[in-house]
């Protein structure tokens, strides 16, 4: 008996949740709004997140081989990086950048920093800035040949820009061009409560975010009463997509809850910047990224108070 | 409801053994009392080999201020005074005694006192003298809690009967059992307190226990109860103390700095057995519990007994068990032997068919925060478990971490199932040895 027997040190029992049921229920939040975007953008927009996710996998392994290292892909977060990136494509989009986009953001920004965890800036997003450079004309090109309807190739903020009045209830629910994913905020909103509700994401971040970000624009922008304005840059631009699903990514973000809230705001006030006095009006992706590079920072001067140390 | 901020909900399982009333179990042939069953210095056996000894006999006397006396729960013999394993794995100077099964006891024990009769004084020496110490799990000396530097500054006694390790089930047990002797031996430490209020502390998942005990101490004065929400770590005691009082105590205060004692129901039923029975502590109540044992059970148990005469005593187990853990799940130590001696920190025994532990995989962390959450003390576990991992001293310093309390929320919160407590437990002593260097080398530069 006593060969078999087990002495790890205490606790000796352990909660359910694992990374990867975390990892999949990002998944699952984020299938209304892949869902939509396939319906509405047709064949090309599943392959482009077929593709995505298989790239993300194939790289992963061939990393993790090429390393000998044991595989990683049963935490499921490269499936969550492949689709994310896929969900932030134009729908038209050559198939060969959302694959050079998806081997970048898991080779570089995230293998080669020590894998899941390790990397400081969000692999998905480090993925779509390196298309948006390398390739900014695709990138950019919102028109869609697939669809019966025949979309105008500006995206709702460069109308907002350009002061025109847009049709609030197409953004809600995402009959505008944009990318595959970010287009309805409906079916965001609907993956953002289930991960609320899974105690999957902390509010503080996109809360914070979301509201520092409008209250800017209101207060710097000369459309302060102009609720289609206000309105407008709330669920456009990928805002909500960016609030809820990228800022939240648990690795690039703070772990204090003085830093969640403090990251929220810092995340506002640039995309305020950016949006009412920069040149690219999609903006959010630099924005988180800037962010993510400033985390250490947050959070090192944010380290709470021990339990009967406050004041001290 | 009373409660503390952050804290996990585990697992009860205290249904499996809850409605089992303490048997008392027969002491067997031989007994082995460990001179180091509590915190501070170890006892000083008193006794030699071939002499006789009788049930509630000093046999190891505390050496000095900072230790407890242990005694031998049955008369007898001592067969030898060797090194013997205990709980905590480790090897410690033991008495063996031979038991003649007489139970022939010192003069004046187990007969009756009025606690109002005693002076303060004549009441600590019988608490000292009756080996006591905290029968929750820290094991601290009971006599010098009670000798704070001012006892009139305490204005609360609380008694922990918050229980809030899953599966344990033996002050839940006393709790129901021997409620008046809790309630008696509250009024006995009041003695000792003038200003104080006592306050019997129960989590809401023992209802039944805080109706009990409500209903008892209704015509005590000072003494009342105080309903808590079922949270782990509930029962420890700077948790219970902040949901109770609203007081705080970092790592480097008692209890007393903020007015308070805290004993757990089992100390105060033996502190009320010692100065009203003349009954020292010769016994540990016990909850034997988990898949492995045919039956549960909880059980009075004379101290020094071994684990496996206390196993027979309940038919045995099913399977052969794959853990077994001393104590409860979340800070329980896990065993490997059953040839141990029941000590005065055996809480409990838990045997389990399989490990549930053996099966998780680790992944990196992912920084989700849950440890965050988790922690009742407020630290950053993640940031603490990554400067353990490299010794880093200074950043564990500047994070806390030698506020942590080992209470294992942290590892038991964690999606990656890191083993974050362990590092810690680690880190606790090896900072205070770096610190210890630090200022040695300042001190010579």
Known sequence: MEQNINVQSSPHIRDGITTNLIMLDVIIALLPATIWGILRFGINALIVVVVSIITAIFSETIFNIILKRQNTINDL???????????????NIPIFIPIVGVIFAIVVAKMLFGGLGQNFINPALAGRCFCHISFAAFMNNFTSEMSVDVYTSATPLAILKEGQEINLLDLIFGYIPGTIGEISVVCLLLGAIYLIA??????KIPITYIVTCIVFIMLFSNKTTNTNYILGELFSGGLIFGAFFMATDYVTAPITPLGKILYGILLGVLTGIFRLYGKTTESISYVILISNLLVPLIESLTIPNAFGREGK | MLTFKHGVHPIDKKELSKDKSIKIVKPGKTLVFPMQQHIGAKAKPIVKVSDKVLLGQIIGEADGPFSANVLSTVSGKVVAIENRMTVSGQSVESIVIENDEKDDAITGYGIERDYNSLSNEEIIKIVKDAGIVGLGGACFPTHIKLTPKDPSKIDYVLVNGAECEPYLTSDYRLMIEETESIVKGLECILKLFPNAKGIICVEDNKKDAYEKLTSACSSVSNIETALLKTKYPQGGERQLIYAVTGRKLNVSMLPADVGCL??????????YNAVCKSIPLIRRIMTLSGDAFKET???????????????DAVSGFKVEPKKMISGGPMMGLPIFSLDMPVSKNSSALLAFEKDSL????????INCGRCVEACPINLLPTRMFKAAKVDNFEEYIKLNGLECIMCGSCSYACPAKLPLTPYFTYMRVATKNYLTNKKEKETKA
């Open chain 1, 77 to 91: 977060s490269c499936i969550v990086t492949g689709l994310i990136l896929a969900l932030n494509m134009p729908p």
């Open chain 1, 198 to 203: 899974k105690k999957v994401i902390d509010i």
């Open chain 2, 358 to 365: 053996s099966n998780i995989k680790q992944t990196n962390c």
């Open chain 2, 297 to 311: 059970a909880n059980l009075n148990v004379r101290l020094g007994m071994n684990y496996n005469e206390v196993i």
């Open chain 2, 262 to 271: 805290v004993d757990n129901v089992d100390t105060v039923i033996s502190i």
